[in-house]
């Protein structure tokens, strides 16, 4: 419990955590990105090989794209766009090399022999 006489600190104290909190709210808000809503013209334009309507219907109709419902209009999210375009790259021959000499390294290695003599 405070008591009367160290009822100024304790407001100083109070104050100044106010004031920390505040400067870090606006530090952080300035830093935070809006997402940026697209309609399905502003879609077809963004995608890279600009689509038509009816391409981008069928992807939502078979809920291949990610999208969300605005009353009857159809808004996408540029960042889970950006996202669900990043998921469809193909990866390179390098990659694919690296990935299968991984995948094998790990095969054999949870496959050692367990007891016994070789023949």
Not at 19 to 36: C, D, H, P, T, Y
């Amino acid at each position: 419990m405070i008591t009367f006489n160290e009822m100024p600190e304790a407001l100083s104290a109070l104050k100044e955590d106010v004031r920390l909190i505040k400067e870090f709210v606006l530090n952080n808000s300035k830093q935070v990105k809006a997402n940026e809503w697209l309609d399905i013209n502003q879609l077809c334009e963004y995608l890279p090989h600009h689509p038509v309507k009816a391409t981008i219907y069928s992807l939502v109709h078979t809920g291949k794209i990610p999208n969300m419902k605005q009353g009857k209009k159809l808004i996408f999210s540029k960042d889970e766009i950006d996202i669900w375009l990043q998921s469809h790259r193909r990866k390179t021959k390098a990659e694919l090399q690296e990935e299968t000499t991984s995948t094998a390294d790990s095969f054999l290695v949870s496959k050692k022999k367990i007891g016994g003599t070789n023949a």
